[in-house]
Nanobody, 124 residues
């Protein structure tokens, strides 16, 4: 079992930055890809970014390329999402997820552990 807890959400003005953290419990963090997803108001949850087990590879949604950076520190059992140049359309609840399946998976079914989510609100 892996338990995930996100932190770092909040309210920010457009153009600002935030860094989300995803702290994982359990000794097997390196067995899992870690993904970030978000659910904007009134919309379905969508893929944001994913990082491989070692941290050596990552993939990002087109909407966040060049603005968001995913990383992980396996020694601290923590993954991060650095978000720069935020825009109002980035407003959403952000979730981190962990799963052992596939290579840089973007689909939610490949993740079997999820955090509770953290709200990001970007004002214009």
């Amino acid at each position: 079992q892996v338990q995930l807890a996100e932190s770092g959400g909040g309210l920010v003005q457009a153009g600002g930055s935030l860094r989300l953290s995803c702290a994982a419990s359990g000794p097997t963090f390196t067995n899992y890809n870690v993904g970030w997803f978000r659910q904007p108001p009134g919309k379905e949850r969508e893929f944001v970014a994913v990082i491989s087990r070692s941290g050596g590879r990552h993939d990002d949604a087109d909407s966040v390329k060049g603005r968001f950076t995913i990383s992980r520190d396996n020694g601290k059992n923590t993954a991060y999402l650095q978000m720069d140049n935020l825009a109002p359309e980035d407003t959403a609840v952000y979730y981190c997820a962990a799963g052992p399946y596939g290579y840089l998976p973007q689909t939610q079914r490949n993740y079997n552990y999820w955090g509770q989510g953290t709200q990001i609100t970007v004002s214009s």
